[in-house]
């Protein structure tokens, strides 16, 4: 089933963008920046809190387009667990570039977005080639099903549960007993957003994702996509009544509003640039970013790190003397891009895909 889909080249590469913007924006927030831009506090749904989540049901479509479901064996395990570790190892090392500058001064973090994608990608890939989709969609709701019951479980250390409260819940003291200090939201009620638990509704929302690759490659049509994209969000915003929606706690609704989002972004870029064609404007840098997606998120990292922020404040501050401070913190964000745009399309003309 070796297929490559330019929708799904699109959107992966809208997604990564949508990181480097959000991180750089993130950076900024002591200026005027787009709340949109910026992630949402705990609780609800920004612009921001949507690239991850996306990425990940992405990883899961790639998953089914471009593994064939001829079982498993000692060969494929291992290129799994090569490429998982590969991903995990790299993201360590970039959530730690400080760390290794000057441990003294900063913590080390176990948590991340490669880790993540690592992760979701070692469990995603077996299940993928061991189980029907019927069997995966019903895996999918029980580890949603079972996190749900998670986040209610009853605090060891008598914090009162409380879900609407950042880091009031067992999954969160779950990372704070293991990870210890080291942990990126710190305080008495710490946790990380890319923590252990809050990992398995990840791994969920990537099987969700080889149904929705696997429908597209059988049925190839943009309308199964669209509709089951649907059912998702609508029934992640009724599950909000009961939890509610939160890209720190990756929440059963979170994947399922988001999942449902990108299942219908997916759907109508199929339609539009796989069946009917049509040369959207975006594309072709789009498509740069997605064929190469992880070595931009790397790029872009490593690039920041180099960089630091007092290059972005300079450039920040001297564009607001000229276009205002409300629009001045585009600027910075533009030529950061632009930066990782030349590379992503320097490596597309020549026909370069960097695979970690």
Known sequence: MQQRLASLDILRGLTVIGMIVVNAAAGLQRFPI??????????????ADLVFPAFIFMVGVSIAMSMPEQGIDRARTRRIVVRSARLIVIGLLLTNLYWLADYDTYSFRWGGVLQRIGLVFLFVAPLHLLLSTRALAMSAALV?????????LPVPDGTPVDLLVPGANFVAWIDRAVLGPFIYVHGPLGYDPEGLLSTLPAIAQGCLGVIAGRRLAAAGSARHLIGAGCVLAAAGGLLAFVVPV????????FVLVTSGLTSVALGALYEMVDVRRWRLPFA??????????????????????????????AIYAASAAIVGARIAFAVPIALFLAGIAWAMVALRRRGWVIRL
């Open 144 to 152: 949603l099903l079972v996190y749900c019951g998670l986040c209610f």
């Open 246 to 253: 939160s890209k720190d706690l990756w929440s059963a609704s």
């Open 34 to 47: 787009p709340p949109a831009l910026l992630h949402s506090h705990w609780i609800g749904l920004t612009l």
């Open 284 to 313: 072709a840098l789009a498509s740069a970013f997605g064929m190469n997606a992880i070595a931009a998120y790397v790029l872009h990292y490593v690039a920041d790190g180099v960089l630091h922020w007092k290059a972005m404040d």
